[in-house]
């Protein structure tokens, strides 16, 4: 292509602004921002994983949180086991590094994706989106009600967790972490949806039936989006629990999930920056307008409802048009 | 006489009280069209939703190539060489006309399981799907969206899908619906070469396309066949004439 599309443009100023900004915070001590610019990434990142699942295919999972919040209480968990220098179940070895923790979170996300998945993708629309919701509070009571590791209360976690390399307790390196595997996640996302399994997958977004009769099964084709889908926010949840040093059942809740949703429509579905766009203007209402009211989420609303109607292809849309596919 | 391609046998399906298929059998053999036609209401689309696999049978069988097609699901059965078209259009409308025939080129050649290389500059994928629609007139339309084609140019879309997935036999429903004089009149010379491809079983409402083109045409009426037979004997069948073509025709 020789012009640069819109969208394109619109990208780029997203991606430049996420890394000049906490750096120029970093130069001036405002740590604070770097902290707020690292919600964003995470948050970001855990939509970006719905996204393949509920952009691409059309599959409005209302249960991802299941997934965000198994990644934060791997962490968690392997955290505090370390910490107190207790070995894990069978006398597995704890840990504290975070490669080690982002890939025990992305496999358990994945393994336990696999059997909701294969069970939700029986049903489509509504009752989709009911029962990956009834899979996800599952995950939520039992949270809840296993005392081990802390119950309603929440887990905390003593120290960040370590990188090779890299001190994770300052603002700045966490944030640089973080936004790396934003980046490679994006990388991810726009490989898939460009791929022969992509097509597949946007093909059965927009009509099974057709898809069925070229002789391409949507369910497997589905499956594994889910399955991918739930790895990516699995991972954005370590990082979460380790950007707070907290894990608690509000990970899990019914109420992260609709956040998610949230970020993806706000932003653009389908769209490589869109969770980026929406996590940033959710992330920025919420500071900026949570200051001045605990109803902040009034106004958000009012935005959402502003999209939903006037702009169907999200912030992104609004600038950058219509999606094409060529 | 050729051996049939496509074989059902004794083919039933009931939705309550109503028999939509009662008892139906016909074949399709190579070489050749074979014309469904019928009033409204006779069981056509449901026949071809039971052969296509969308709709499971209540009794009889189906044989395609020589196997029994029960219990296998539509995918399966268009892997195995059915190739449909869908009486309403039934195309990815956010795809353009050259990424809904690259879809079924990348079925055909096996694996969806692939997850990073582009699709957009597999020339694996992209002439074979640009010769396809070349061949159905739809070359210039190629970076269209479906949904933004005319109503004409989804259904030559649908025959080039079709094509693309190289059948063994093909399933056409009503191709010609709502295509103009012209249109069909293309449409119809193009089948008419079509059929040494691969055979066809045909159901359509254009009488005039039916007797152009069809070897053997059977007559559905309330879910049975009442009548199969070249279109001469179909002609002056007086049954058939009663029932469907009245008495007029």
Redesign the interface.
């Known amino acids: 292509m020789a012009a640069l599309s819109r969208e394109t443009i619109a990208n780029g100023v997203l991606a430049l602004l996420l890394l000049v900004v906490p750096l120029l915070a970093a130069a001036s001590g405002e740590t604070f921002y770097i902290t707020l610019a690292t919600r964003i990434v995470i948050l970001a990142l855990a939509a970006l994983g719905l996204n393949i699942a509920l952009g691409l295919g059309g599959l409005v999972s209302f249960g991802h949180a299941a997934f965000f919040g198994l990644g934060g209480y791997v962490a968690g968990i392997l955290a505090t086991h370390a910490f107190n220098g207790e070995a894990l179940l069978f006398g597995l070895p704890a840990t504290t590094s975070m490669p080690v923790i982002w890939l025990v979170a992305v496999l358990l996300c994945g393994l336990v994706a696999l059997p909701i998945g294969a069970i939700s993708l029986r049903t489509s629309g509504v009752y989709f989106i009911m029962i990956t919701l009834a899979f996800a509070q599952m995950i939520y009571y039992f949270a809840v009600s296993w005392p081990d590791y802390g119950g309603e209360d929440g887990l905390s976690l003593y120290v960040r967790n370590t990188f090779p390399g890299v001190n994770t307790a300052q603002p700045l390196p966490y944030f640089l972490i973080c936004l790396a595997v934003l980046a490679a996640a994006a990388c991810l996302f726009w ?2 949806r ?7 997958l ?2 059965a977004r ?2 099974t ?10 369910f497997r ?1 589905k499956l ?1 989006a889910f399955v991918i889908s739930a790895m990516v926010t699995g991972l954005a949840g370590a990082l979460f629990a380790d950007l707070n040093r907290f894990v608690s059942p509000s990970m899990l809740s019914w109420q992260m999930s609709g956040e998610l949703i949230v970020l993806i429509i706000l932003g653009g579905k389908g769209r490589l920056f869109g969770p980026i766009a929406g996590a940033m203007v959710y992330v920025l209402f919420e500071y900026a307008l949570g200051g001045i009211t605990e109803r902040w989420q009034f106004f958000l609303g009012l935005v959402l409802l502003g999209v939903v109607l006037f702009a169907r292809g999200g912030l992104l849309g609004l600038v950058a048009g219509r ?4 | 006489m050729a051996e049939a391609i496509l074989q059902l046998t004794d083919l039933r399906k009931n939705f309550g009280a109503l028999k939509a298929t009662d008892g139906v059998s016909l074949d399709l053999r190579a070489g050749e069209i074979h014309a469904l036609i019928g009033p409204n209401g006779a069981g056509k689309s449901t026949l071809i939703h039971q052969i296509s696999g969308s709709l499971t049978p209540d009794g009889g069988s189906i044989r395609f190539l020589g196997q029994d097609m029960a219990g296998l699901d539509m995918a399966v059965r268009a892997r195995r060489g059915l190739g449909r078209s869908f009486q309403i259009s039934s195309l990815a409308p956010e795809f353009t006309a050259l990424r809904n025939v690259m879809l079924a080129v990348q079925a055909r050649q096996g694996s969806s399981f692939r997850f990073f290389r582009s699709v957009g500059s597999d020339k694996s994928l992209t002439d074979p799907a640009m010769a396809m629609l070349a061949r159905v007139g739809l070359e210039n339309r190629a970076s269209v969206p479906a949904a933004e084609l005319s109503h004409g140019e989804r259904r030559q879309l649908e025959v080039a899908i079709a094509l693309a997935l190289g059948p063994k036999a093909f399933l056409l429903d009503e191709p010609m619906a709502g295509l103009g004089p012209d249109g069909s009149k293309k449409l119809t010379g193009f089948l008419d070469a079509l059929r040494h491809e691969a055979p066809i079983l045909l159901v359509e409402h254009d009488m005039d396309a039916v007797f152009a083109l069809a070897d053997r045409i059977s007559v559905l009426v309330y879910g049975r066949v009442i009548a199969t037979g070249t279109v001469d004997e179909i002609r002056a069948n007086p049954e058939v004439r009663r029932a469907y073509l009245g008495d007029t025709a």
Request: aromatic share 4%; proline share 3%; glycine share 14%.
């Open positions: 490989l898939l460009g791929s022969r399994f992509g097509a597949a946007e093909a927009q009509n039936t057709r898809l069925s009769a070229v002789g391409i099964a949507p084709i594994v999606a094409r596919h060529g």
